[in-house]
Every structure is written in C-alpha cells, then in structure tokens.
C-alpha cells in the first residue's frame, strides 16, 4: 500500500531525444507527486511535482503526465541533454499530515552526446 | 543561506564504534527528515520530526535514534554500527506551512562500516 514502483531502473537516450520514467503507487490517500533529480555526489532537489487534480504539468522541457485512475505518473523529459543526466526519484505523499515521502527506487538516466 | 548542512561529509567506522551525523538547517523550517540511500533501493526514511520536540520511527529505523536539539538541529545516532548500515544518509527540511511541501536536501553523509 505504501510503496512507489518507479521503472525503468536506468535509461539511456541519445541527445534530443524523449526520457520517459514511469511510477506507480497503490495508495489513493497519496495527494502529492514530486519528482526529484540528484547529480552524482549530491543531495536530490526538487524537480517538478504535481497533485492529483491535474492530468499534466509541464515546466520547461520537463513534464508529468497523471492518471490518477490508473495510479499512474511519469516524469517526460522532452529534447534531453547531457546535463539531464542523473537520477530521476518520484514519490508520493499526502499533504495532510506528517508530509513524509515514499520514494521510488530511482532512475539512473544517461545522455549520450 | 547554507541550506541544510550535514557533517561529517565521509566516515568510516568499526563494527561496534559508534557516531553521531549532524544536521543542521537555516531555513526556519519545522520538519526535518533522515533518509538512507542504497544502490537499488532509492531513498528510505529512517526518523522523522514534524516540528520541534516530535520525533517519529519512519520506514527503517531499526538501529539509530535521533533528537532534534533545536528548531534548526536534528541528528541521528548509531548507538553500535554494523556493516549494514554502510550507506548515503541525508538530511532534509521543509516547511510544513505550506501547500507544497518541498523538502530540501543536504549534500549527504557517506558512511562506511567495516
């Protein structure tokens, strides 16, 4: 109930291309879905995130996409750049309450030049 | 503003030493996180603190314990290391008051226990 099943565990997409990372989560109380990058050696840093009351957020080349039916949600990275390259986490939480997170196990997404 | 700050940065320990990882955070925020982070596992909440003087047992909290100091300090503590614990920690904060709550990360400590 409380886990965050993120896929695929690594990624390797050439330059311009699309980066998809999907998650999914069982919990229909969780109200909150961030994505977190993190460069080797540092700490991870708030992305994007989005609640459930829209199907899509985009911020730059950066979008998630929704399904809140399905307990779906996937992080797309549009043109991708060698500077993309990180590990991608989503995770879920619920505003109301103690707004602690459930990660997913992360993504290792590499940009081939 | 530093942010939220950790030392060490790097230790190695002995099975059975024990240490304390310092966080510290100038955000004025009210809650603050420890979480480990293993190859394959992403990040796992150890212990938590939803404001000052509150402390709660996250997803693994077996073997450490914690005490928030003040509004800006929070640290965890390994009573008697073991090789499992060989691990990524990081601190976090963030403000409760908020709509989102984002949490703010420091760089990490990186933990050896031999």
């Known amino acids: 109930q409380q886990q965050v099943k993120q896929s695929p565990q690594s990624l390797i997409v050439q330059k311009g291309g699309i980066s998809i990372i999907n998650c999914a989560y069982e919990?229909?109380?969780?109200?909150?879905f961030p994505w977190y990058q993190q460069f080797p050696g540092k700490g991870p840093a708030l992305l994007i995130a989005?609640?459930?009351?829209?199907s899509e957020k985009k911020e730059g080349r950066f979008t998630i996409s929704f399904n809140k039916s399905a307990k779906q949600f996937s992080l797309h990275i549009m043109d991708s750049q060698p500077g993309d390259s990180a590990t991608y986490f989503c995770?879920?939480?619920?505003?109301?309450?103690?707004?602690?997170?459930?990660f997913g196990t992360g993504t290792r997404l590499k940009v081939l030049a | 503003n530093a942010g939220v700050t950790q030392t060490p940065k790097f230790q190695v320990l002995k099975t059975g030493q024990s240490m304390t990882l310092q966080c510290a955070q100038d955000?004025?925020?009210?809650?603050m996180y420890w979480y480990r982070q293993d190859p394959g596992m992403g990040l796992r909440l150890i212990y938590y603190?939803?404001?000052?003087?509150?402390?709660d047992k996250g997803e693994v909290p077996n073997g450490y314990n914690v005490s928030r100091l003040n509004k800006r300090e929070f640290s965890l503590r390994l009573e008697s290391a073991a090789p499992s614990q060989t691990s990524v920690y990081f601190c976090?904060?963030?403000?409760?008051?908020?709509?989102?709550?984002?949490?703010?990360f420091g760089p990490g400590t990186r933990l050896t226990v031999l």
């Open positions: 976090a904060s963030s403000d409760t008051a908020g709509p989102y709550n984002e949490q703010f």
């Open positions: 919990n229909t109380a969780f109200d909150y």
């Open positions: 989005i609640r459930p009351d829209v």
């Open positions: 995770a879920a939480s619920m505003i109301e309450g103690t707004y602690k997170y459930i």
């Open positions: 955000m004025n925020h009210n809650s």
């Open positions: 603190s939803a404001s000052e003087g509150t402390t």
